[in-house]
């Protein structure tokens, strides 16, 4: 099975950066996913990393260390619509994810 | 990215009763669907994988006598909860099984068991 740890609550002010943190232990490994979950409405899907390093998206960056077991998301220039839960999600060999409890986000004005 | 439509949005029924959900992929055929649910503040847990043309596999502690599941077709893959109770009520979300690098889900299930 998967363990995946990520921090239950971060609140930060709008323009600022946060980073969310993710580390996992594995029985296999097949990707890592980010998702970002507002109240009441499927997860939407932010990046994917399966090899180390940093994938940039816009705003949103994600990176890997498949060595450490450690995945990031870096969120710049925070907006309130950034207000919501953030999950990291790793996907085994075959092919079902295992989430982690979520990151509720509050963007603070 | 596969495009997954969700079937109903939300429900409410009484005890007892049975609730089916559709997951229909549009897009391409998917021989395997995941089943998850969320319970209020709680993350996403995998329910069951559904196979095409197969019995599905179910997690540890999901019953497979109350969560029926069918996969009669590429394209459709459909949950019933039989015999609802209010501690069913829950978030259901499907996603297609893939090697893709985008996991995508359907938009979710909002069950109410009163």
């Known amino acids: 099975g998967q363990n995946i740890d990520q921090p239950t609550e971060m609140t930060a002010t709008e323009g600022a950066i946060v980073q969310i943190n993710c580390t996992y232990q594995t029985s296999g490994f097949n990707g890592l996913f980010w998702y970002q979950q507002h109240a009441g409405e499927a997860p939407t899907f932010l990046s994917y990393n399966v090899l180390d390093g940093l994938e940039e998206k816009g705003r949103f960056s994600s990176f890997l260390s498949r060595s450490k077991g450690y995945s990031y998301l870096l969120l710049k220039e925070l907006q309130m619509k950034d207000s919501a839960s953030y999950l990291c999600?790793?996907?085994?060999?075959?092919?079902?994810?295992?989430f982690g409890a979520g990151t509720t986000v509050t963007v603070r004005a | 990215g596969a495009v997954v439509s969700q079937h109903p949005s939300w429900v409410i029924c009484k005890s007892g009763t049975s609730v089916k959900i559709e997951c229909r992929s549009l897009?391409?055929?998917?021989?395997?669907m995941f089943w998850y649910r969320q319970f209020p503040k709680q993350s996403l847990m995998l329910m069951a994988t559904?196979?095409?043309?197969?019995?599905?596999?179910?997690e540890q502690g999901v019953e497979k006598d109350k969560f029926l599941i069918n996969h009669a077709s590429l394209t459709l893959s459909t949950l019933t909860v039989t015999s609802a109770h209010p501690e069913d009520s829950s978030f259901y979300i499907c996603?297609?099984?893939?090697?893709?690098?985008?996991?995508?889900f359907g938009q979710g299930t909002r069950l109410t068991v009163v």
């Open positions: 999600a790793v996907r085994d060999g075959d092919y079902k994810l295992s």
């Open positions: 559904s196979n095409e043309g197969s019995k599905a596999t179910y």
């Open positions: 996603t297609p099984q893939g090697a893709a690098t985008e996991a995508f």
């Open positions: 897009d391409f055929q998917a021989t395997t």
